[in-house]
């Protein structure tokens, strides 16, 4: 279901308001996230973009409370379904963590454990959430892989996960995620080390999820390519903050933040001319001890002026909104045609 076809009245199922993540150190505080609100409705898919560093995973670890460290200091609401996870006891996020939210890490082969076979994994999660036996949440199992696309499931539910191929060990780490068929699924980077093919697969089973399996999905990626192909609305990531968002259409077909804009330049144009070279974001991301005051993508930034040397707010346009001072101005024309010829998406 697209995003123009999900009304304005769907559930909200998770609503993350005023998020900030920081440190202590022996240099003082540091700033992880500042300030990150948004919201995914029931049955969208909500991709969250930007480069590594860019506070994209520390977000998603946040939202399922996987931020361990005692010199962490997060403040803000995570609200899910009316609760805010923020306040929820360890044994109530445990409950939670799994049946009702789940997630695929990056990395399957760090994240599954080596010793177990896939099947015994995928048992594990549930009859940890579900009264089921051993035998039933092996059968369980089983048709979950089968339903991923997994070639001969029952042989493959016996093979430990460094018996599996990249794509088989994502498919299973999905399988895990959706044992228990949540309602909101966070994807961090699943595509990632995965060839082109595989990719295919993966992205069209996510947008499978919605369908099969009611599901909403939380999409990490720096790829504008996966964006463009399986979201609903976008969040542009930079520096910990929040760099622009909106329904896809508007943030791919007219981006209002130069940093957007140099994201949809970095990958080849989809009509037109093909070019020598692709353009590319000179310097790169500052540390999170390092921002320059005022905004924080100033230094990279062709179209900086004397007014950046303030942080911007969000400036809303529509259903867009982006914290740069040329947001309620537009940026160039040439600007808006490239993003076009990027990535197919006309305002």
């Known amino acids: 279901m697209p995003a123009d076809q999900i009304p304005n009245t769907a559930e909200t199922l998770l609503d993350v308001q005023d998020l900030c993540v920081s440190f202590r150190s022996e240099r003082g505080i540091i700033r992880i996230l500042e300030n990150v609100s948004f919201t995914v409705r029931a049955r969208e898919i909500l991709s969250i973009v930007g480069e590594s560093g860019s506070g994209k995973s520390m977000t998603s670890l946040a939202v399922m409370r996987l931020i361990t460290d005692p010199n962490a200091i997060i403040t803000g609401s995570i609200t899910y379904k009316g609760r805010d996870l923020l306040k929820l006891s360890p044994r109530e996020m445990r409950d939670l963590r799994g049946r009702e939210i789940a997630m695929i ?40 892989l089968g339903e991923m696309g997994v070639p001969a499931p029952a042989k493959a539910a016996t093979r430990y996960p460094h018996q599996l ?39 069209e089973l996510l947008q499978r999820l919605r369908t099969d399996f009611g599901s909403s999905v939380m999409l990490i990626t720096h790829d504008m390519g996966v964006v463009a192909t399986v979201s609903d609305r976008v969040m542009v990531m930079y520096s910990g903050i929040i760099a622009e968002r909106g329904p896809k259409p508007d943030v791919l077909g007219q981006p209002t933040h130069p940093y957007t804009l140099g994201l949809l330049h970095s990958i080849p144009p989809m009509h037109g001319e093909k070019p020598h070279r692709l353009p590319s974001i000179p310097g790169s991301p500052p540390s999170p001890m390092g921002r320059p005051p005022g905004c924080p993508f100033q230094p990279r930034c062709e179209f900086r002026m004397d007014a950046c040397a303030t942080r911007p707010p969000l400036f809303r346009n529509g259903m867009q909104e982006a914290s740069c001072w040329l947001a309620d101005k537009g940026l160039p024309d040439w600007a808006h045609e490239r993003a076009i010829r990027t990535t197919g998406e006309a305002a």
């Open 105 to 144: 890490f990056q990395d399957p082969m760090t994240a599954m454990t080596p010793v177990y076979t896939i099947g015994w994994q995928i048992e594990e999660q549930l009859r940890a959430h579900q009264d089921l036996s051993r035998h039933a949440a092996r059968a369980r199992a089983v048709e979950l």
């Open 165 to 203: 191929s990249g794509g088989l060990r994502q498919r299973a780490m999905i399988a895990m995620a959706l044992s228990c068929n949540p309602s909101l699924l966070i994807a961090d980077e699943p595509t990632t080390a995965l060839d082109v093919t595989v990719q295919a697969q993966i992205l």
